[in-house]
């Protein structure tokens, strides 16, 4: 019984971890480099349009 919840403790803590890793790293990006990247995706789509 206590292993299960030992389980579920570290799940819900690495969950929690990696979802703050992520926020982490996009708040340390630089905002030139999402720019080029949405515009680029856009831009790569229309491009294949007839």
Do not use: Y
């Not at 990006?29 to 229309?46: E, G, H, K, M, Y």
Request: hydrophobic share 55%.
């Amino acid at each position: 019984m206590l292993a299960r919840r030992f389980t579920i403790v570290c799940l819900l803590l690495s969950l929690f971890g990696m979802l703050f890793a992520i926020l982490v790293a996009e708040a340390g990006r630089p905002a030139r480099a999402r720019d080029v990247a949405s515009s680029c995706q856009f831009d790569c789509l229309n491009h294949f349009r007839p």
